[in-house]
């Protein structure tokens, strides 16, 4: 089996380099082939998204990736910024289904900035169309206004749209990662406002009539996101578009005591995926030896599970979290009195021992 090491930048590197180690620790022959990508991608070849890696990453059987961008690649031409390349592999791949799961370790309840009995025993699950969306509509560009108000103005713009048969798409997925839940889902929206979002709507609830199992509810997402904070734990499954899901599932982190402890899976139409943390970079960071590489560690397990098919293995990970979190380990994002602050490597090894 085959899996392409995508490191990219900042604390890209050092978070990937843990869960390397984790994987080769765990005793299976794993064939692993990393390449640059993000800034380090355009340092090596002049684009963030080298064809190489590409390639890699298309004959892989599935993706670990780190994190890209950096402050400095801000003032080139957005086709050669670092974040094109993991827009380009999410569409070059057609990898549309993003799962974010963000689920509360009884022992970080005090890391949360919420109180402990809003989040405690939380499991949410948050399904993001990942291939659509303003993220990708066309045309989108900066002109000068060609009419309205402000005509002759400069101005930005952006398109947002979905055709029918990308939400029916995730809308299959988001109902049948329910089915495996709680059996409810809620489909976050901004149906009052946006065309786009009523036809989503629309498209949603006709795919409920196959799923009678599962109960849907509709929600603005201006809402969703004051019910994320307020009540986290009445959600189940989350379906909702990208750039909601984006900005939503950063919210969800926080309920986890951490966006360091936030993993990704991101799957095509054939389970095959590039399994990322829901985190950028990190410049602010980058270099100290300090981020929190639990969320690419438990994004590996995703890959093994989804793609790779290696549950054992998976649950294994998962556990030697648990069991390092119980050991009282932290990284600085998660620290509080009374536990042991450790870096990013400390961190890697430890899960390592705690490998069952
Ligand atoms: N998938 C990707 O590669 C993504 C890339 N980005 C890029 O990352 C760069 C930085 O973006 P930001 O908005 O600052 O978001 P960010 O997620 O990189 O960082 C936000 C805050 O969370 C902290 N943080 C993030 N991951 C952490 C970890 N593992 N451990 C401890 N603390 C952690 C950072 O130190 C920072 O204070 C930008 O270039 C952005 O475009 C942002 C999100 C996703
Ligand atoms: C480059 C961004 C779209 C990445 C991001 O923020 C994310 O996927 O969460
Ligand atoms: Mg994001």
Do not use: C
């Not at 799962?99 to 699950?125: H, Q």
């Not at 009539?209 to 499954?237: G, I, S, T, W």
Request: aromatic fraction near 6%; proline fraction near 5%; avoid cysteine.
């Amino acid at each position: 089996m085959k899996i392409a090491i995508l490191p990219g930048d900042g604390i890209g590197t050092e978070i990937t380099e843990q869960a390397v180690k984790v994987l080769k620790a765990l005793g299976e022959t794993f064939e692993m082939e990393s390449a640059p990508v993000g800034g380090a991608g355009y340092e090596a070849s002049g684009h963030p998204l080298p064809e190489a890696t590409l390639k890699l990453a298309k004959e892989a059987d599935a993706i670990l990736f780190g994190a890209v961008g950096d402050w400095k690649y801000d003032k080139l031409e957005r086709s050669l910024r670092p974040e094109q390349a993991i827009l380009g592999l999410r569409k070059h791949l057609g990898l549309f289904a993003n799962f974010r799961p963000a689920i509360l370790y009884p022992e970080l309840a005090g890391a949360s900035t919420l109180k402990p009995e809003v989040v405690s025993g939380l499991d949410i699950l948050i399904v993001r169309e990942l291939t659509g969306d303003i993220y990708f509509g066309q045309p989108r560009g900066m002109r000068e206004a060609p009419d309205g108000p402000f005509k002759g103005a400069r101005e930005g713009f952006d398109t947002m749209r979905y055709a029918e048969p990308e939400i029916r798409r995730i809308a299959h997925v988001a109902f049948q990662a329910a089915q495996k839940r709680g059996k409810r889902l809620t489909s976050v929206d901004k149906a009052n406002v946006l065309e786009t979002f009523q036809f989503w709507k629309e498209i949603v609830t006709e795919i409920h009539a196959e799923y009678p199992d599962v109960e849907l509810d509709h929600m603005y997402v201006d809402n969703a996101a004051m019910q994320l904070v307020r009540a986290p734990k009445k959600f189940d499954v989350i379906v909702t578009g990208n750039m909601f899901g984006d900005i939503l599932s950063d919210a969800a982190a926080m309920l986890t005591g951490s966006i360091g402890m936030l993993p990704s899976a991101s799957l095509d139409a054939n389970n095959k995926g590039l399994y990322e943390p829901s985190h950028g970079s990190a410049p602010d960071i980058a270099g100290k030896g300090i981020a929190n590489p639990l969320a690419t560690i438990l994004s590996a397990a995703m890959m093994l599970r989804y793609s790779l098919n290696k549950e054992e293995q998976a649950n294994r990970i998962e556990a030697a979290v648990k069991k390092v979190l119980a050991q009282g380990l932290r990284t600085a994002d998660i620290y509080e009195q009374g536990t042991t602050k450790v870096g990013t490597t400390e961190m890697g090894d430890a899960v390592v021992k705690a490998l069952a």
